[in-house]
């Protein structure tokens, strides 16, 4: 069984930052990528950056140049680091993984969610 705990959301002023943590734990055998989506109210869920095992980045438009996604493949734990953040970045942000188990070559889970507010 694995296991996404996500951390870091809350309330920032705009210009501000925020650092968003995701940690996977439970029976895995490998991680192919880690990401970060998220989804405001009346809009779709989007990504917001990924990386893959192999350190290949990938972000959205709307982020590039102020968020920063990392990982410590050691501890299996994927980074976010938002910097000027504006108030359209307001949404609930959550972790995905994509991963192989001992039984299964592809599997896909999502963390529970960390809300992320951005106002004066």
């Known amino acids: 069984q694995v296991q996404l705990v996500e951390s870091g959301g809350g309330l920032v002023q705009p210009g501000g930052s925020l650092r968003l943590s995701c940690a996977a734990s439970?029976?895995?055998?490998?991680?192919?990528?880690m990401g970060w989506y998220r989804q405001a109210p009346g809009k779709e869920r989007e990504l917001v950056a990924d990386?893959?095992?192999?350190?290949?980045?990938n972000y959205a438009d709307s982020v590039k140049g102020r968020f920063t996604i990392s990982r410590n493949n050691a501890k299996n734990t994927v980074y976010l680091q938002m910097n000027s953040l504006k108030p359209e970045d307001t949404a609930v942000y959550y972790c995905?993984?994509?991963?192989?188990?001992?039984?299964?070559?592809?599997?896909?889970?999502w963390g529970q969610g960390t809300l992320v507010t951005v106002s004066s």
């Open positions: 439970g029976s895995i055998f490998s991680i192919y990528a």
């Open positions: 990386i893959t095992s192999g350190g290949n980045t």
């Open positions: 995905n993984i994509r991963y192989r188990s001992d039984y299964a070559r592809y599997l896909e889970l």
